[in-house]
């Protein structure tokens, strides 16, 4: 019975300890790739805050998705005039990051 209390421990130490990894790697990379520069967590900027845009997308299946694809090619129209413009710079593995960090965010 301890034994099985020690791996339950040590199995959701090991998912909070990812969870924290991927927050650290999608708040550095949104920095690193000059997302930072249009957005921020909590404030409008230039571009929506990313609390919006998780609460906007929340519960849709195919968010993750059509976000990759706002972040690499751009878009405009859903979040006002201004459009956000292509990430050339930005991968499909790094959109994916950056992706799951924003639609994380409260």
């Given amino acids: ?12 130490a090991s998912a909070f300890a ?5 927050a650290d790697a999608g708040g550095d990379l949104a920095k690193a790739k000059n997302c930072m520069a249009c957005h921020a967590v909590a404030t409008k900027l230039v571009g929506p805050a990313y609390k919006d845009v998780a609460a906007k997308y929340a519960g849709q299946k195919d968010a993750e998705a059509k976000l990759v694809t706002k ?29 799951k960090w924003v639609l994380s965010q409260k």
């Fill in 71 to 99: 972040v690499m090619k751009g878009g405009s129209g859903t979040w006002g005039a201004i459009p956000m413009p292509a990430n050339p710079q930005v991968n499909e593995a790094e959109a994916k990051t950056l992706v």
């Fill in 18 to 22: 990812s969870q924290a990894a991927m």
């Fill in 1 to 12: 019975m301890k034994r099985n209390l020690m791996m339950v421990g040590v199995v959701v």
